[in-house]
């Protein structure tokens, strides 16, 4: 009993509280390539540099003095009309042709490769960690959690939280869902779904840069981290079910746990082979995924 303990608190425990911290960070970019997919039917393939994105300007904002707690409010400010910018600028202009699936998944993948030239040209290859904001780590039953990740999980589980709600409880949400349902209809309505389209789109982003924000000073912070981070986001969406908030949650808590846990039996190079192993079973056992799609639900 007492080595099982000792395994528990020293090793066991550490790693679940790794794997619930990047789970939380996994869930917010996941959160948006969900809503985007749910509501537009596009599969954003540079989802992964607008989370880099947002790292970087945390980090270089963070060297230029700036509050890492005013990084969580300036970051996605910033990217909300990035994000709004790329919709009405890039997608909006393939949207509507009969290969839109294929044409937005390209064009997505090539402003992912631009994106990420673009950020070695200004910022190098190598990579950069910032300061960790919250210092020192907290004692509980004889588990050391340090203070950063604890705050990494509170808060994104309350960022999480906050987006189910606006989603699903208020009018907001309701408007967001009706689009995502029947676009006819609810434009028949007077539902502006063009701006609903760009705004959704825009959140999406937002929320990609705010895990950057969060995941700079624990994963460190280099030019190809959204193409390494992304993966792990779509195995997220898909097992969860495409379009599916509750389906991201549960699914992004869940393989991250498994990741964790897996490298303590396993080599961790076979931490991904593992995730995509129940990702392609998922996709055969239950192609919608955990759950149901955003406006279908």
Known sequence: MTAFLDYFQFVLAPQMITGLSLGVAVVLVALGLTIIFGLLDVINMAHGEFYAVGAYLALSLGFAGVSFWLLLIIVPAVMLPLGYIVERGLIQRVFNKPDRHVTTLLLTFGLGLVVEDVLKVIFGGNTQRPPTPISGAIDIMGVLLPNYRLFLI??????????????????????????????????????????????TFAFGVALAGLAGVLLAPVFSVFPTMGRDFIFLAFTVVIVGGMGSIMGTVVAGLLL?????????????????PILFSIMVLMLVVRPQGLFGRLGHA
Not at 258 to 271: E, T
């Open 256 to 272: 991250t746990q498994v990741q964790a846990l897996s490298s303590l039996i396993v080599s961790p190079v076979w931490s991904d």
């Open 154 to 199: 509170l808060f994104g589980l309350a960022v999480i939280a906050a987006v189910a709600l606006v989603v699903n409880r208020t009018r907001l949400g309701a408007v967001v869902r009706a689009a995502a349902f029947d676009r006819n209809m609810a434009a028949s309505l007077g539902v502006p779904v063009s701006q609903v389209y760009a705004g």
